[in-house]
C-alpha cells in the first residue's frame, strides 16, 4: 500500500521526476509525459462519473483503478530483477474491456455517420477522456522507442479508448441522442 505523508518533496523544482525504482528523469521524458496523459485521462473520467450510475459507473470505477495500475506500470522501469513484484497491466484487464465493448455493442445500430462529441453530458466528458486516452496511447508509443512498455499495457489503452466510445453511444440513449457528423454542411 502506498502512505504519503508529505505532499510535496522539491524533488521536481528542477525539472526532473522519479520513477519507482529511485531512477531521476526529465519532467518533458516521453514515459513521464505518457503517464501523465493516462493521469488526465483518469481525471476526465472523473467528470464523467459525476453523470453515471448503474453498471456505467461500475464499469468507469474500475477502469479508473486500472488507470492507477498503468501509471504504475509505465513508472516502473524493466529490469532482470526486482525488490518487489511490480504492478503491471494484464491480458485480462485487456480482456474485460473487450468483453464490455462487445456486450455494450450488441445495444447499438451501426454507426452511418461519424460521431461529434456531444449528446448528454455524461456522453459529451466521454468524448474528452476519449481523446485525452488517444493522447496517452500516441505517447506511450513514442516512450517505447526509448523505453520498455508492456503489449499488454499498450493493448490496454487502445481498447480503452474504443471502451469510451462505445460506452459514449450508450450514455447517448443507446446511440438515439449521437450528434452526427454531417459532411459539408457549413459550406
Known amino acids: 500500500m502506498v502512505t504519503l505523508s508529505k505532499i510535496y518533496t522539491r524533488g521536481g523544482d528542477k525539472g526532473q521526476t522519479s520513477l519507482s525504482d529511485g531512477s531521476r528523469r526529465p519532467k518533458t521524458d516521453p514515459l513521464i509525459e505518457a503517464y501523465g496523459a493516462v493521469d488526465e485521462t483518469n481525471a476526465a473520467l472523473g467528470l464523467v462519473r459525476l ?50 465493448i462487445d456486450r455494450m455493442n450488441e445495444r447499438l445500430e451501426p454507426l452511418k455517420s461519424f460521431i461529434l462529441p456531444g449528446g448528454t453530458p455524461a456522453a459529451t466528458h466521454l468524448h474528452l477522456a476519449r481523446t485525452l486516452c488517444r493522447r496517452a496511447e500516441r505517447l506511450m508509443w513514442r516512450a517505447a522507442e526509448d523505453a520498455e512498455i508492456s503489449d499488454a499495457a499498450l493493448k490496454y489503452v487502445n481498447r480503452l479508448s474504443d471502451h469510451l466510445f462505445v460506452l459514449g453511444r450508450i450514455l447517448n440513449n443507446d446511440g438515439k441522442d449521437d450528434v452526427l457528423w454531417t459532411p459539408g454542411a457549413n459550406r
Open 51 to 100: 453523470h453515471t450510475d448503474g453498471e456505467a459507473d461500475e464499469m468507469l470505477s474500475r477502469i479508473q483503478n486500472d488507470l492507477f495500475d498503468l501509471g504504475a506500470d509505465l513508472a516502473t522501469p524493466h529490469a532482470e530483477s526486482y525488490k518487489w513484484e511490480p504492478l503491471r497491466i494484464v491480458q485480462s484487464q485487456v480482456d474485460r474491456l473487450e468483453q464490455e
